[in-house]
């Protein structure tokens, strides 16, 4: 048995180190989980308004028969209910009885096809038009007073009006086994509670939603940081695909369009975190920075403690301790990092737990984690174990991986009855330092990633970027394997890669740089040049898009080589050009050079004029208004 690789007397530290480490991490309470995600976000709360309004949309069978089980319920008879028919009975249904058309005859009702309704809001506020109509305002109930949005949706169409995984608060569609139900009761107004159970707790969760409800406000964004826009051109578009409640948005402006999210709408699935390449996106709280302190210290307490081969496991704040996937032996090394989302999480935070010490980590994916958040984690995974394999570190020796994802099923066995296969031992790529030690000093390849180097002094906090660029360099000196010098093949989308330039054809307008988010692209202050850093490019575009010449193409890649990842790297110099007036170099002759041909049969610039194209911005103004005063009638053609 693999499990025996680990002798009693072992087993029995491990499980102490990691009461010590947990107990440790959470100011003195020996709880077995880490919460890392606060329940107040730390700013104004995000409050919804609710008095039950409440519209039924489907078939008129199940629409009827759903409003007839509502003012049955002691709970929810007093809701004030409309009914829209948005599609045909189903053939296949027995007949509705008689008792549910007269339950409902006096309710407010509309019938409309489902094309023609259109669904936006959440709790509180939502708003229903058919064609343009607001139905609102013609169904809600008399006595339920005036108003122009529905409270609740209570959708039971077969294709739902509201296509999120995470739909909004309020929006209640029915599953499949609700449905099954209701058309039991379609049926058979008799039917007993006992046979309408699913349906029956789906009805009461109506009567919940009444009253005023406060929620955290839980991601901001810093548009200074942020690489979706610039000179008008679209660039990253990460966070909009991996937002599963389609609660952020792109928002035109002026010049530039700018991201946005709908606080009503976020559900703090944090995909759209992880997602971000340039740490536009954060949590309001806690900081990035709080939960790589804890993993360190959750590391350096264990391995104070005696333990070894420790495992960093991701799981779910409300996962029952008992249900794991994991040996016993496994779960004695296991130190926990409980999250209120599994998503919250990604390959920067899991290449800095193994940069810090942890043998492995672990990802426990919940039996009903929505499709999208599910290919999200994967996408950070393969890019993780793809940067790892880049250093020949992504794998151990018995070909195990360094990151692991187990799925939970909806129920597990009885532990009594039940025992999981234990993982591997793997050897940890460096051995966490006890409390006390000196991480100023300079590393060696045992030692893990300092923690000032990691995180930063509290004021002057390293970017998200840099951050993983400071594991990824610690990660290159912990490898044995002959790195390669050329960029290696990443997963579709990732933000690492090359910026390929034109130099025979670049003018050096320095348009890119202008419109770079991370300074990939940078400019030399003294003349004129262009020069790109690998390490801080994520594959915007805008760069690519900004490009006057066209000169601009991307090529998605990882160099594992620090020096070539982070060294800017010149792509082209030029000779600054002087004013022919003043002297003062104003462009490279490269610039000049491209605008003299691209100007040369424009009228403005003919004869004497086109001398100003080598004039500094000064003097060309200066030149134009002694040709006026020269020759008055030239203001006519200006």
């Not at 690789?5 to 991490?25: K, V």
């Not at 008792?99 to 096809?113: R, T, Y």
């Not at 999200?376 to 994802?405: C, H, K, V, W, Y």
Request: charged share 15%.
């Amino acid at each position: 048995m693999l499990s025996s690789s680990l002798e009693s007397a072992q087993r029995a530290l491990n499980q102490q180190a990691r009461q010590r480490a947990l107990s440790s991490a959470m100011g003195g309470s020996p709880a077995s989980s880490l919460p890392l995600l606060a329940t107040d976000a730390g700013s104004a709360p995000i409050r919804y308004h609710s008095q039950g309004r409440t519209v039924i949309i489907g078939s008129e069978a199940r629409v009827r028969a759903l409003a007839s089980l509502l003012t049955r319920l002691p709970a929810t008879a007093q809701l004030p209910v409309a009914l829209l028919i948005s599609e045909q009975d189903n053939s296949a249904l027995v007949t509705m009885d008689e008792q549910h058309h007269a339950a409902s005859e006096s309710l407010p009702a509309h019938s409309a096809p489902r094309d023609m309704l259109a669904l936006s809001g959440h709790l509180g506020q939502f708003s229903l038009a058919s064609d343009g109509v607001n139905l609102a305002a013609a169904l809600v109930p008399a006595g339920a007073g005036s108003a122009t949005h529905f409270d609740l949706i209570a959708d039971l169409s077969s294709q739902p009006l509201n296509q999120a995984e995470l739909p909004p608060p309020g929006y209640l569609q029915a599953g499949a086994d609700v449905i099954a139900e209701l058309d039991q009761l379609v049926a058979d107004t008799e039917a007993s509670h006992e046979s309408l159970s699913q349906l029956t707790a789906w009805a009461m969760q109506f009567a919940g939603l009444i009253g005023n409800f406060d929620k955290p406000n839980y991601v901001t964004v810093n548009l200074d940081t942020c690489a979706h826009s610039s000179a008008g051109n679209i660039g990253c578009t990460r966070c909009l695909s991996s937002c599963s409640a389609d609660a952020i948005f792109s928002v035109a402006g002026r010049r530039n369009a700018h991201i946005e999210i709908d606080p009503y709408l976020c559900h703090g699935a944090a995909s759209c975190v992880s997602a971000c390449p340039t740490g536009a996106l954060s949590f309001t709280q806690p900081p990035a920075e709080q939960r790589m302190e804890q993993i360190q210290r959750l590391l350096e307490r264990y391995q104070d403690g005696g333990g070894l081969y420790p495992l960093l496991r991701y799981r779910l704040e409300q996962s029952p301790a008992s249900q794991t996937a994991l040996a016993s032996v496994d779960q004695e090394r296991c130190l926990d990092i409980t999250l209120e989302e599994i998503s919250a999480t990604g390959h920067d935070e899991w290449l800095a737990a193994l940069a810090l010490g942890a043998t492995q980590v672990i990802v426990e994916l919940p039996h009903d984690l929505p499709a999208g958040q599910h290919q999200q984690l994967d996408s950070e995974r393969r890019l993780a174990l793809t940067l790892l394999d880049s250093m020949g570190l992504a794998n151990a020796d018995g070909g195990e991986p360094r990151i692991r994802f187990v799925s939970l099923p909806s129920a597990l066995p009885q532990m009594d009855s039940y025992e999981a296969e234990a993982l591997p031992l793997i050897t940890p790529l460096c051995v966490a330092l006890a409390p006390g030690a000196d991480s100023e000093e300079e590393q060696q390849p045992s030692q893990p990633i300092a923690r000032d180097w990691l995180l930063g002094q509290p004021q002057a906090r390293p970017g998200k970027r840099e951050r993983l660029n400071r594991v990824l360099d610690h990660l290159a000196t912990l490898s044995v394997a002959d790195l390669a010098q050329d960029s290696v093949a990443v997963p579709t989308g990732a933000p690492f890669g090359v910026v390929n330039v034109d130099s025979d054809n670049c003018t050096l307008c320095q348009g890119c740089v202008a419109v770079c988010p991370t300074s990939a692209l940078s400019a030399n202050r003294t003349s004129p040049a262009l020069s790109f850093t690998q390490g801080d490019c994520v594959q915007c575009g805008l760069c690519e898009q900004a490009c006057p010449e066209q000169v601009i193409t991307l090529t998605p890649g990882f160099a594992p080589q620090p020096d070539v990842r982070r060294e800017p790297q010149l792509i082209k110099q030029d000779v600054p050009f002087p004013c022919i007036s003043c002297g003062t170099p104003f462009g490279s002759t490269a610039t000049i050079t491209a605008m003299q041909t691209k100007l040369a049969s424009h009228a403005y610039f003919q004869g004497d004029g086109a001398l100003r194209l080598k004039m500094c911005s000064d003097c060309r103004v200066k030149d134009i208004w002694h040709e006026m005063a020269r020759n008055p009638d030239a203001q006519l053609k200006v």
